[in-house]
């Protein structure tokens, strides 16, 4: 198992290096002076001086490049314009909201897709399993944006269901004290209920557009696996020894079932913290999306890259998460000597 | 003997809807297996013999369907049963081993645990009982070590010892009728032996009944106590072993004893069954599914078959061969 | 004798293509219905600009943020510009977006995957961590990282698209060339001299084209999003050229006050063309292989 792991992340580390290169290349690609990007609009020709001598813009592409590594290694991201905050110090306060979002966003979803998957493939050509595929294509149809306006205009707007679409908690309510960033948890933890209810409602939204985003692929997958799974022949064999329709669809079947639905997961996640972007936008989410957003407006540039930089390293880990995920399922994967 | 059969199968029919017509895989195909009898239901590739038996049991495919007949299980009948009456049966008094022992099992489960579920479900075995049962069952089934072999997985195991797991599995709950659809096809030589000999020991400890599904006549011979021929969805002969291959009256069973290597003196003799099965989708399938590649073909054969009725020696045919012995395949013109 | 291809050519004619493709459409109305909308998409596209009733760009702030009536039928933006000439010009540029960047990946990925195929060793191993490399990014952030680099423009807009969809294309190309080396056309070019390259270009090429058919039409719907998701964040298309995604960005901010028609309508449009194109992707899928229908 643990040399699986291992293995695994060693798997790893060229997409990792890859990540780096291409983040350096990509600021170093910058049509006319980096320099002036990151020393930004309003910057005197002397401060853009200043600004190339400081970030090594004069020094070889090789040396950069180094230099590059080595901040990187320290956790330097460089410091935003617009704030003067380290970039690093940035990210990391507002990665909590994304994760939040994002988490809640996947569960919705594989709460919907999954059984809508299982049921589809369980009862095929029934209305559920029409139901399935008219809400794969049309899921996969929708841009995310537009989805999270529809629902802010029918549930804010029309209904008057959830609250404005104004960030993680409403001004009324304290934000809950810090214990890992997430305000459900949080405020649990502080024994806030009020602040869970709050935080709850507005999270709802977001969480739903970004699940109603994801549901496609997942409930595609999982009926397109359990229906090839529930024509095996060790399911055949199951129900032949006169296991029940649970264990038979359950432990069998869908057991076997989720593992090409785990590795769809992945790319599920690649769509997933792009949307997260487009949603925290529609609904003033303050997490690392906007945050590079509002930057890329105001041509800040090194929170852009160290936005690009986080997201990759956090789908490397995420796709590694999987992969041994994958592992402790499939005895196959787990074992092979 | 009038004593009530295991399973009595009565004109079973099943159909299976497919892009390219309707096949009409089984036609009226009656047998009975008398309780600790070993019968075997014997045939070529496509004969229907498998699909009989998973009718049986119920786990047909999707696009199947049995469109006529009965199968008495005890009192009750598996084709008309609700799925929760099947439930109970499937398992505890009605068991199943497959052809390729390796797909049969469930992959990324530890075939302990396999074991152990047939065991509470069926086995009035409670949860905690249960590891420990299923060691003991691996143990009967003769693999060694079962201690450590039943926390492994299917494809840590040779093709012998899943199908040996296999058995194991089935019959757990010491069930009163055993299905074996081709348990030696993919096993060596001599393993293949050990199989059927396991399963011969274990039948006669439990007092079960076993159907074997064979295209291998040779093997049902040895094994078995009766011998149904199937060709292309249909019985068409039905008889104690001894007797059939003393004396078979059907056309098709000679030719099949015929290109058996056993019964064949030397390589030259050794005939293949001319012809090949007609297609079962066809709208005009003749009433004896054999009559066009017979070589005994007769006017009457344009007749549907007489029923087949009674016990002893059964043959759908109405031109069958004279009852006398032979050891060489008919010569009558084709 | 010569060893006859596993995978035949497609040498069947035009002819036999649509005799196929009507028995296709026919057999499924659905597929159908996504070609006709196809057509449509592409008239919109084609003529727009001159048959919408008003100047996409004219505006007019005495008929600002109407709702849709007689004159406007999709309502007035926040300018008085009028929302069903703006989402139907917006057409053109949307499509050319799409179509754009779908030839450029299919030439350069396409290319580059089928020499890996056929070549195999460094080529295949170049293009492979040339591919891992751009799959270890969220395939969106990519995009935002490019074109925040390179400049806002609707070359950088397709250039992204195209580099963030190569891997997929690569490796369908790089597949189909490793099955097509060894096949017996191939093996006749060679032996009438032709060099590598010319049967990498005019015989395996035009072969696995059929099957890269398939993903061009659900990369334009990808392509389209992708552009519209830029536009959305600003790092797109710039106002005020009407482009669906920069209209829905306009609208975002009226929809929470009530006025839908803005942001809707270009959504729509947005939606039902994504949809055509995945609907037409399946059908094309169940054309040109029936084996792999979901």
């Known amino acids: 198992m643990l040399t699986m792991i291992a293995k695994r992340m060693a798997m790893a580390i060229p997409s990792l290096i890859g990540v780096v290169v291409v983040t350096f290349f990509l600021t170093r690609a910058l049509p006319g002076d980096p320099a002036a990007y990151f020393a930004g609009p309003a910057a005197t020709p002397a401060a853009i001086e200043q600004v190339r001598v400081k970030l090594g813009l004069d020094r070889p592409l090789v040396e950069q490049f180094g230099r590059y590594v080595i901040d990187l290694a320290h956790g330097n991201l460089g410091d935003s314009l617009t704030t003067g905050q380290p970039v690093l110090t940035e990210l990391r306060t507002r990665l909590p909201a994304s994760a939040e979002l994002t988490l809640l966003g996947l569960l919705v979803s594989i ?6 998957g299982i049921v589809a493939a369980t009862r095929p050509n029934s209305l559920i399993d029409h139901a399935c595929r008219v809400v794969s294509t049309a899921g996969v149809s929708l841009p995310v944006f537009f989805t999270g306006l529809i629902l802010v205009y029918v549930f804010y707007y029309l209904l008057g269901w959830a609250p404005a679409p104004l960030g993680r908690l409403d001004v009324f309510y304290d934000t809950p004290p810090q214990v890992t960033g997430f305000y459900l948890i949080d405020s649990l933890l502080a024994r806030q209920p009020e602040v869970f209810v709050a935080s709850l409602k507005q999270l709802i939204l977001p969480a739903l557009t970004l699940g109603i985003f994801s549901l496609a692929p997942i409930a595609r997958m999982t009926r397109a696996a359990m229906l090839a799974v529930l024509s095996s022949d060790f399911v055949r064999a199951a129900r032949a020894s006169g296991l029940s329709p649970f264990t038979v669809i359950v432990s069998y079947a869908f057991r076997n079932a989720m593992l090409p ?22 609904f003033a989410w303050p997490g690392i999306g906007s945050y590079a957003v509002e930057a890329l407006l105001a041509s800040d540039f090194a929170p852009v890259q160290g936005f690009v930089l986080t997201m990759a390293v956090m789908y490397v880990a995420l796709n590694l998460l999987i992969d041994v995920l994958y592992g402790l399922i499939d005895p196959r994967v787990r074992l092979e000597a | 003997m009038t004593a009530v059969p295991a399973l009595s199968v009565e004109g079973l029919s099943v159909e299976f809807r497919t892009r390219s017509g309707t096949v009409r895989a089984l036609d009226n195909v009656s047998f009975a297996v008398g309780k600790g009898e070993t019968i075997a239901l014997v045939g070529e590739s496509g004969s229907g013999k498998s699909v009989t038996a998973y009718a049986v049991m119920g786990i047909l495919d999707r696009a199947g369907k049995v469109t006529a007949g009965r199968a008495m299980l005890g009192g009750l009948d598996l084709l008309a049963a609700t799925p929760r009456q099947l439930a109970e049966v499937r398992g505890r008094e009605l068991a199943m081993i497959f052809q390729n022992p390796r797909t049969a099992l469930n992959p990324i489960r530890p075939v302990g645990r396999q074991i152990a579920d047939v065991l509470v479900r069926h086995g009035n075995v409670p949860r905690r009982e249960a590891p420990e049962r299923a060691i003991e069952m691996l143990r009967a089934v003769g693999i060694t070590d079962p201690a450590r072999r039943a926390k492994a997985y ?22 009163s009728l055993l299905i074996a659809d081709e348990p030696t096809t993919g096993l060596d030589v001599t393993t293949q032996a050990v199989i059927m000999d396991l399963v011969a020991e274990l039948a006669e400890k439990l007092g079960m009944a076993t159907i074997f599904i064979t ?31 003393a004396h078979p009256r059907h056309p098709y069973t000679a030719e099949l004893i015929a290109a058996t290597p056993d019964a064949a003196a030397s390589l030259d003799e050794l005939a293949s069954v001319p012809g090949a099965l007609p297609d079962l989708r066809r709208a005009d399938l003749p009433p004896c599914r054999y009559s066009e590649r017979c070589p005994r073909k007769i006017d009457a054969c344009a007749q549907p078959l007489p029923q087949a009725t009674g016990s002893g020696h059964i043959i759908a045919c109405w031109n069958p061969l004279p009852l006398r012995v032979i050891d060489r395949p008919t010569e009558s013109a084709a | 004798m010569t060893d006859i291809a596993a995978t035949p050519r497609p040498d069947g004619g035009l002819a036999a293509l649509v005799r196929h493709a009507r028995y296709v459409i026919g057999e499924n109305p659905v597929t159908g219905f996504a070609f006709a909308l196809f057509v449509l998409i592409v008239l919109a596209a084609v003529l727009g600009p001159h048959i919408v009733p008003y100047d996409p760009l004219a505006s007019d702030t005495a008929q600002a943020l109407k709702p849709p009536n007689a004159h406007h039928w999709f309502g007035t933006d926040q300018l008085g510009r009028d929302v069903f000439s703006r989402v139907i010009v917006a057409t053109r540029l949307d499509f050319f977006i799409a179509v754009a960047s779908v030839a450029l990946v299919f030439v350069v990925g396409g290319f580059a995957g089928v020499a890996a195929g056929f070549f195999g060793d460094w080529t295949d191993r170049i293009v492979g961590r040339v591919a891992d490399t751009i799959m270890a990014f969220p395939l969106f952030v990519l995009a935002m990282g490019i074109v925040a680099a390179l400049g806002n423009t609707v070359q950088n807009i397709v250039l992204a ?3 963030v969809n190569f891997p997929l294309y690569a490796r369908i190309a790089r597949a189909e060339a490793n099955i097509r080396r060894e ?40 392509a389209i999003l992708n552009a519209a998701g830029l536009s959305f964040i600003g790092l797109g298309v710039r106002p005020p050229t009407p482009e669906w995604g920069i209209m829905v960005a306009e609208g975002a901010t009226f929809m929470v006050s009530g006025e839908w028609w803005n942001a809707f309508f270009p959504g729509m449009a947005l939606m039902v063309a994504v949809f055509c194109f995945n609907l037409l992707g399946d059908g094309l899928r169940d054309m040109v292989d029936p084996r792999r229908r979901t």
């Open chain 3, 161 to 163: 698209t195209a580099i």
């Open chain 2, 215 to 245: 295209h291998d006549l040779a093997l049902a011979g040895q094994r078995s106590s009766r011998i149904v021929v199937m060709h292309a969805g249909h019985v068409v002969e039905n008889a104690p072993t001894r007797e059939l291959f």
């Open chain 1, 111 to 116: 709460l919907i897709a999954v059984p809508l």
């Open chain 3, 183 to 222: 096949a017996g056309f191939v093996e006749a070019a060679r032996l009438s001299g032709n060099s590598d390259w010319r049967i990498l270009a005019f015989q395996i090429l035009p072969n696995v084209f059929p099957i890269l058919v398939v993903q061009m039409s659900l990369t334009m719907g990808y």
């Open chain 2, 154 to 175: 299917p494809f840590e195991m040779s093709g012998g010892m899943c199908q040996r797991v296999m058995i194991a599995i089935a019959l757990a709950a010491k069930p």
């Open chain 1, 261 to 282: 639905v785990i590795t769809t997961l992945g790319m599920v996640f690649s769509f997933l913290l792009g949307a997260n972007v487009l949603v925290e936008k529609v």
